[in-house]
């Protein structure tokens, strides 16, 4: 994703230099918050905290680039946000096929077998039990 967002800024930078129009030297406040967050975080929290913020910065993004894609005049500056468009819908397709790993496949199963109703403990016992046999080696 890294190598796609550079190779996307350089294009932009250079269609941007064309037409005139300065580029931001800092991040915006919003993204260096939620930068400062990311760095404070690791393991599990860090990759729960990226994941929805990515999903959420592409969805964004890519709604922004389909508006400057349906007004855009130039036809540089268009070629260069249908190819961001293109790499946004890329980036959001492997996000959603990511492996589940066998951790959160349990917490799944976890929270699938907690919020099935139970009438009798005999009974949740033989409607859980394929759940259960999912939770073995968990």
């Given amino acids: 994703m890294v190598d796609d967002h550079t190779a996307l800024n350089k294009g932009m930078a250079s269609v941007a230099d064309s037409l005139g129009v300065l580029l931001p030297k800092k991040m915006p406040k919003d993204d260096q ?4 967050r990311l760095n ?11 994941l929805t913020y990515i999903v959420k910065a592409h969805r964004q993004d890519l709604h922004a680039f389909y508006m400057e894609a349906s007004l855009a005049a130039d036809p540089t500056l268009q070629t260069e946000v249908l190819k961001g468009m293109f790499t946004m819908h890329q980036h959001l397709g492997m996000i959603s096929r990511r492996p589940r ?5 349990c917490r ?7 919020k099935r109703p139970r009438r009798n403990s005999a ?4 409607s859980h039990k394929r759940y259960e046999e999912g939770l073995r080696g968990c």
């Fill in 33 to 36: 918050a939620e930068y400062d």
């Fill in 40 to 50: 404070g975080l690791s393991g599990k929290d860090f990759d729960t905290e990226y």
């Fill in 101 to 105: 790993t066998r951790e959160s496949l």
């Fill in 108 to 114: 799944h199963v976890r929270r699938a077998r907690c």
């Fill in 123 to 126: 009974q949740a016992g033989k």
